[in-house]
């Protein structure tokens, strides 16, 4: 996105440079990488940048209406409603496209959001080894929100840990060692000594949970969560016993269960931004849009993709038994922004916010951004593409400030 950088990093790039970024990105934790890494990172001028964050905070006004937690009680289905939920969710990602508007001109558009954890602790690591392999510069930084890497490692930890020790705290899975996403569960145990639990490993004493630490029997004080009950409920039959989460459990949590529901595509008919598509609940839809060729319809209660239709036939509206339970979601036009050595590539960018207990507003802090050659974004439409995958801002700072954010 920034012409003059993007044209200097392809000129240097050779397929020998990204196979030695390879070889030391997955040195640390051998075979914990998955996914695709992509060979690029984006880089975002301070314009741009500006313009996410503005509709990252028009959110942020919404999430902190006092009338939220009303507006959202329904999001969260029979069954899973969580006790002792907090009063804001600890971290938050909201994920944009680069997109095209009607002048054809960059703008980025908001395609989901959740209050959930995403990859806090590897977008620390990646990108310190983006650095060391490529050349990226001084004034170009993942982080936000004014953090470098020193201070925003000590409200990471601060925010999982809270007053408790590490052993106290677990960060809670399902099968943590199968998860495409478990080089995050390594690096966050590398940075605040969190280590990764099954939730078939927990042990319940009345209404208080341990877990065994080396053999030793330990109780469990805070659980920085990520389960989703969507993925809980898919696989339970394989999973055998395990403690029910939803129960009245001496534990806090980090962030509480219900969050996942409450900051995500629920949220969206709530707010009006430029940099927002027009989002209907489809049972509050009047009459079924003439266009739907500009639409996509959208399960709620879904994870990571599932259940969208984006080629929207008029039966598929009426085929839907619970409407509340759907949304219908304007189309955006994703640009083919990133020059590569075939085809253009699209973009998303994910802002992660964190919110600590004493803090009235959650803070950008750093992020994840995702290429595609596809249909959307995703590892089963970029198969055997190059130039997609996971991937990283570096967002422009001004030149006469000191950064040391990746020191």
Sequence with gaps: MVAALREAFNNSFTPERYEQFLKELNSCHEGAIEFRVAETPIFVNKEFTQKILDACEAIVDVITDPDFKKLTDRSIPKGENVPHENNHA???????????????????QLIEMQGFPTLFG???????????????????????????????????????????????????????????????????????GIKPVCITELIQEGNQVYYMDNGVKTRIRRIYNRVIFDDLHAQKDDLGNFVDITQDLDVEWVPHPNWFYRISKFT?????????PATYFLNELKQVPADLENYVLKPLFSFAGQGVVIDILPEDILGIKDPENWI??????YADVIPTPDIPAKAEIRIMYIWKDD??????AINLARLSKGKMIGVRYNKDKEWVGGSVCFFEQPKNQTDATHK
């Design 90 to 108: 600890h971290m938050i990602a909201f994920d944009f496209g680069i997109c095209t508007n009607a002048s054809d001109e960059l703008e980025p």
């Design 268 to 276: 969206l008919p709530l707010i009006r931004h430029p940099y927002i």
């Design 122 to 192: 590897f977008q620390v690591f990646y990108p310190d080894i983006v650095r060391k392999h490529f050349d990226i510069p001084e004034n170009y930084t993942q982080y936000l929100g004014g953090y470098t890497r020193d201070t925003y490692l000590a409200d990471f930890r601060e925010l999982l840990l809270g007053p408790y020790s590490a052993k106290e705290v677990i960060l809670l899975e399902i099968k943590p060692e199968k998860q495409k996403t478990r080089i995050d569960f390594y690096c966050t145990q590398d940075y605040t």
């Design 328 to 333: 219908l979601q304007k189309k955006v036009k």
């Design 359 to 364: 803090w009235e507003r959650p803070k950008p």
